[in-house]
């Protein structure tokens, strides 16, 4: 009991504190640059933050936010943007706007789809959308020229746009826990850049395309006990290694 007691007190304490701090912000927004109300219990984004102008970092990790606010948008010169372990069901489209945000973290949500407009976040380099109830991914998403870290890991993912070959700089693409139909898709195989590439129970075939031996700067593959691996994935990369989940 005692410990629980301490662990009321930690979250209520964090909780007072980061309103403190949006109190704080709001005598002055526009010289703010960094908020932080994870664990607030927030049920919204709160409006005070609409002029907060000059933010560049936004965390509101562990709340009850359901929805984003269309002001999201006004917030250009924000470059990293944190909801993870929300309510939210949907993204305003006006977060297209944030031509300046490197660093997206959506997982643990109750996404559904994404708006058109995500596509124009061409400065994002991490984007993390895991655990969430997508189906699809928007069109043009291979617009996302700088994208090097994309985490899609325990979604429902039906198909993936082919112009994710576009995505030049990907390092690392999570896909693992998904329900791509059919086949898995060959044009991976053309994103030469992945140094880090987790298919595991990502599809209804278990047979992997021969094409994934095309990607020579490959160093770790996660699979399946149960997913086919070509012959050729590993020739002639030796540092490739294939972990089982």
């Known amino acids: 009991m005692k410990i ?8 209520v304490t964090s909780s007072c504190s980061n309103i403190s701090k949006l109190q704080s912000a709001k005598s002055s927004p526009q010289s703010t640059t960094t908020l932080n109300l994870s664990n607030s219990g927030l049920t919204a984004v709160p409006p005070e933050i609409e002029p907060m102008i000059n933010l560049q970092k936004l965390i509101l990790f562990r709340n009850k936010i359901e929805t984003l ?18 309510r939210l069901t949907s993204v305003t489209p006006e977060i297209g706007q944030l031509s300046k945000l490197t660093k997206l973290d959506l997982r643990f949500n109750r996404l559904k789809n994404l708006p058109a407009t995500f596509s124009n976040m061409d400065s994002l380099v991490e984007l993390d959308l895991r655990n969430n109830l997508l ?3 928007p069109e ?20 993936l746009p082919e112009d994710i070959k576009n995505l030049k700089k990907l390092r690392l693409l999570n896909l693992g826990r998904n329900n791509i139909q059919g086949k898995f898709p060959a044009f991976i195989g053309e994103v030469e850049s992945l140094i880090e590439l987790d298919v595991s129970a ?6 992997l395309p021969d094409e994934l031996g095309n990607l020579k700067n490959l160093e770790i593959l996660y ?23």
């Open 4 to 11: 629980i007691g301490i662990a009321i007190l930690l979250l």
């Open 69 to 86: 606010p269309d002001f999201i948008g006004k917030l250009t010169r924000l470059e990293e943007l944190s909801l993870q372990s929300n």
């Open 135 to 137: 189906d699809s991914l």
């Open 140 to 159: 043009n998403f291979g617009n996302l020229s700088n994208l090097e870290y994309l985490y899609l890991a325990d979604n429902n993912l039906l198909t």
């Open 202 to 207: 990502c599809c209804s075939d278990n047979n």
């Open 223 to 245: 699979v399946s006990s149960y997913q086919i691996l070509s012959y050729g994935i590993g020739h002639g990369n030796s540092r490739l290694r294939v972990i089982v989940k």
